[in-house]
């Protein structure tokens, strides 16, 4: 982490010369959700310096903004300040004078908290680094663009096919105006691509260190939704949106450097298409810690209604060169080789995925654990016999299992630390409940009059 005071100074700075007078501070809370509040001018001395006050109470809200059942942040547990990270700075060019931050949490002397999950990734970076290495990350977000209808529900705004140019054709303007949005905010758009669902698309930004990394996606997500509002649509990354239609998935791209971040260890160098042996490690520490991750990865429970077998998503334990149906697969040959896990959705909190991503990967290293050999097939097409003499396992099938998973877990529970993990647990296991609770249209329509 860079010197505090030398921080305030550059962001100062940057608020001045480029003429800000709004100026956000944004933290994300459990559901990755950002938080925010909007400063003048006669306020950024002090937000720059100390911090913006919030309550910590909002962190054990849910996704629909209450109070989650057991919650021990409540209103008598004070405050936290959210400290701008100098190096998430952005202006925001559809909204005149305006720039934002994304945020620490810290304690209300100034001091480190570990319920921040951004502290949480940096911690994780800091502990790989003591082991001689850096990582290289990229999110890959899908969502869908979709138009209200007058039946309170939704329609795809095209119904253009897989990749096809039609479906580029057919929103170009939103694709040209988010485009140039996020290249005005710094972040590098790779590619977009017309997705295999209707009015579906995906997006990939440049790698980047990991807290650069997830900046870059929070930034994606807010340019998509804001874009997508101004021209009518609704933007979704929920990750089953509906039964008929293929998931969003949130594929994380990982490769390992050296401590510098000067060359990549990441492939063998005996030829064009394995990976090196710190490499292997690597992946063998996630491929062993999977279960877990799958609890930070996809922590809702509209996520289990994505990892179907079969469904271009994975739902089990096994990883493949090129093979899109893995947990994990290495894409490409030669210098493009890295590992890209495909579990992920959405609904994660990226800094907390990526520091249990991490953390695994670290384990993996220091213990010298082997992947399992690569399979080459889809799961899918194969009978229940079949996949018992490969012996391969199948990821966590639903929300609670992963959940307990993720706590039993020493080292991904360990990366996401005590703080952060019991009110993770808090917030995903009250919207659980909740949702166990509530009365789902499917029941009526199937019930209601024959029982």
């Known amino acids: 982490m860079t010197d505090r005071s030398a921080d305030s100074t550059t962001l100062l700075s940057r608020l001045r010369t480029d003429g800000i007078e709004h100026f956000w501070v944004i933290y994300h809370d459990y559901g990755g959700r950002p938080q925010a509040k909007t400063l003048p001018p006669e306020s950024f001395d002090s937000a720059a310096n100390s911090g913006v ?95 209200p209808n007058e039946r309170g529900d939704y329609e795809p705004i095209n119904t253009t096919r897989m990749f096809s140019q039609a479906g580029l054709a057919a929103a ?64 979704t990354f929920m990750p089953k949106p509906y039964a008929h239609w293929s998931g969003n998935s949130l594929h994380v791209h990982l490769s390992l450097w050296d401590a510098a971040g000067e060359r990549d260890v990441t492939p063998s160098d005996q030829d064009e298409t394995s990976l090196s042996q710190e490499g292997s490690w690597f992946l063998g520490g ?45 894409p490409g040959v030669g210098g493009r080789r890295h590992l890209e896990v495909r579990s992920p959705d959405n609904s994660a909190q990226p800094y907390l995925l990526l520091a249990g991503l991490l953390a695994a990967g670290a384990d993996g290293i220091r213990r010298r654990i082997e992947p399992p050999p690569p399979f080459q097939g889809d799961i899918g097409h194969l009978t229940p016999e079949e996949i018992d003499r490969y012996g391969i396992g199948e990821l966590p099938r639903s929300l609670p299992q992963a959940l307990a998973a993720l706590q039993a877990d020493e080292v991904v529970a360990g990366a996401v630390g005590e703080t952060a993990l019991k009110h993770f647990l808090t917030v995903k296991r009250h919207e659980l409940a909740t949702y166990d609770i509530h009365v789902h249209p499917w029941e009526r329509e199937t019930y209601l009059e024959i029982i």
């Open 286 to 330: 996630i491929m062993a810690h999977l279960d877990a991750l799958t609890g930070l990865g996809s922590p809702t429970v509209n996520s289990y209604k994505r990892l179907l077998p079969g469904s271009w998503a994975p739902a089990n334990t096994y990883w493949g060169y090129g093979n899109r149906s893995g947990v994990v697969r290495i």
């Open 53 to 147: 006050v919030f309550a910590m109470a909002n962190l054990n809200m849910a996704a629909d903004d209450h109070q989650s059942l057991g919650a021990t942040l409540l209103a008598d547990a004070g405050d936290f300040l959210a400290l701008p990270d100098p190096r998430s700075y952005a202006v925001l060019p559809r909204y005149p004078r305006t720039a934002r931050c994304h945020a620490w949490m810290r304690a209300t002397d100034g001091s480190v908290w570990d319920g921040c999950p951004r502290t949480r990734l940096d911690a994780a970076i800091a502990d790989l680094r003591d082991l001689g290495y850096s990582v290289q990350a990229a999110l890959e977000p899908e969502f869908y663009l979709l138009t």
């Open 172 to 235: 170009h303007e939103f694709v040209d105006r988010v485009i140039d949005e996020l290249r005005a905010m710094g972040v590098t758009v790779a590619q977009l691509g017309k997705e295999y669902g209707p009015g579906q698309y995906e997006m990939s930004v440049r790698h980047a260190d990991p807290i650069r990394a997830v900046d870059d996606y929070f930034s994606l997500k807010e340019a998509v939704r804001d874009v997508a509002r101004e021209q009518g649509y609704v933007a």
